[in-house]
């Protein structure tokens, strides 16, 4: 199974703090606690702030992927900008940016269990975030996706 929990659009700086606030709410309801739940919101917030810094915007959208325990949280933050030109520099930690630091990406890969990036010129950048569910939690369904749905 892979359900999608809600998206949230980036079209202005307000949205960035709007997906930090979703990626929180849904870190609680999922069973991660308070530093887990801190680390989830500020690699969304890094992401998504990487996404209408450079590209102008973007989407993030929240999953939950898996039918056994334990399950796993997938963010997906894509945009439709330029595209990252030079990946392994950045990734290597060797690159600053002239608009900020340069390490919300790297940042954002120490947060979290898993990060995929895939950046190509005039593509756009998707960056999945991956973080394994508490072996505490409770095996989530549809069912109990069904409220974060009706806020999309």
Request: aromatic residues 6%.
């Amino acid at each position: 199974m892979s359900g999608a929990i809600l998206s949230v659009a980036i079209k202005y700086e307000r949205d960035i703090v709007a997906a930090r606030q979703r990626a929180r709410q849904i870190a609680e309801c999922l069973g991660f606690d308070r530093q887990d739940q801190t680390r989830i919101a500020t690699a969304v917030s890094e992401i998504a702030r990487n996404a209408y810094s450079y590209a102008g915007g973007g989407e993030v959208e929240f999953q939950l992927e898996g039918t056994t325990a334990p399950q796993l949280l997938l963010i997906r933050i894509s945009d439709q900008g330029p595209g990252i030109a030079d990946l392994e520099c950045i990734l290597d930690g060797r690159y600053r940016s002239p608009i900020g630091m340069g390490t919300g990406l790297t940042g954002a890969r120490r947060l979290m269990d898993q990060c995929e990036i895939d950046s190509a010129p005039q593509r756009g950048t998707t960056v999945w975030l991956k973080k394994l569910l508490p072996r505490r939690a409770p095996l989530i369904g549809p069912a109990q996706l069904i409220p974060f749905l009706h806020h999309r």
